[in-house]
């Protein structure tokens, strides 16, 4: 996505404030050499704290076969939308349904690795994740 100079963060203590107000995104596996379809993204709730995303994925969930061949995953996240109509454009004597509308909005992407915690291996560890997120569940 081109992102114009006018538009681009001024780093994380731009977006860094707004991310308690957003708990959730779009997240998306990475390409695998055994993939047969295309890549998706999906919906998802996440808690950040620090420099860790936390989020949960049912253990039936085919990203995990793509997790362990590849790690390296996108969190995207878009937040504080609105929509600007032609008429709220016009200015002075212009016809409002010949302007142009536009959207605005924040967005983020985070990269990073994935770790997989199991609860078959680690018990807990899943129950651990979900208590994270509901414990911020109410806040905002």
Do not use: C
């Not at 100079?5 to 055994?34: F, H, I, V």
């Not at 995990?64 to 878009?78: G, I, K, T």
């Not at 200015?91 to 142009?100: F, S």
Request: glycine share 8%; net charge negative; no cysteine.
């Amino acid at each position: 996505m081109y992102i114009a100079p006018a538009d681009a963060t001024l780093g994380q203590e731009e977006w860094r404030p707004s991310w308690p107000l957003t708990r959730s995104g779009t997240s998306w596996p990475p390409e695998t050499r055994g993939a047969t379809s295309s890549p998706s993204w999906w919906p998802t709730q996440f808690v950040l704290e620090g420099d860790v995303v936390w989020l949960h994925r049912v253990r039936a969930n085919p990203v995990f076969d793509a997790l362990a061949e590849n790690p390296r995953v996108v969190l995207s996240v878009a937040d504080d939308w609105a929509f600007i109509p032609s008429s709220w454009k016009a200015i002075g004597q212009e016809d409002p349904t010949l302007g142009i509308p536009a959207t605005y909005y924040g967005a983020v992407q985070l990269i990073g690795r994935a770790t997989v915690h199991d609860a078959r291996t680690d018990p807990g560890a899943v129950a651990r994740i979900l208590r994270r997120q509901l414990a911020t569940a109410g806040d905002s």
